[in-house]
């Protein structure tokens, strides 16, 4: 005779499929990154430079801000897109206060080769100013080509993401000596 077994009762717990905190923040963004883009249009970070820029000009010389064709075509300070910097400042620097771990060593790895702090933050003040220029000259920086790309499904901005994180991961293994 065929012994009949007893199913036993599973909890609830084991059934549910925990995802991945950094999955679940990753929908959760994808889905503001789509309600942002139906609400105002594709979003972006590095335009709020030279927006900036027209501003400081204009308190300084509203003349010359006025006869410039592009400060002039990149509109004023008061955009979703500066909300969006302060809002990254902010965070992250809210984020690090936060985390209650200690001085954050990333400066000191990148930079090692330099020696005092003010020639670390110069030469990443000034790899930063390289970034907003090539941004601009490529029309848009990765928050507007990765993000606002892949949200809208556009093939170059796959192409782009798939780039940048493949020149990223080269570049932190050599940098790490192939470790």
Do not use: D
């Amino acid at each position: 005779m065929a012994e009949t077994v007893a199913a036993r009762p599973v909890a609830a717990e084991q059934l549910a499929v925990r995802a991945p905190r950094w999955a679940v923040l990753g929908v959760l963004f994808g889905l503001l990154s789509v309600a942002a883009i139906a609400l105002y249009g594709p979003i972006g970070v590095s335009t709020t430079y030279p927006r900036l820029i027209g501003a400081i000009m204009s308190a300084l010389a509203p003349g010359a801000a006025a006869s410039n064709p592009y400060i002039t075509k990149v509109g004023g300070l008061l955009k979703p897109e500066t909300m969006l910097v302060v809002g990254l400042l902010i965070g992250g620097f809210l984020a690090r206060r936060l985390s209650g771990e200690g001085k954050a060593p990333a400066m000191e790895r990148v930079h090692a080769e330099e020696r005092t702090p003010a020639r670390r933050y110069l030469n990443a003040f000034m790899g930063g100013v390289l970034i907003i220029f090539g941004a601009r000259l490529a029309g848009g920086c990765t928050s507007g080509h990765i993000i606002s790309g892949i949200t809208q499904l556009a093939i170059s901005g796959m192409l782009f993401a798939a780039g940048v994180f493949g020149a990223g991961m080269l570049t932190a293994k050599l940098m790490k000596g192939g470790n």
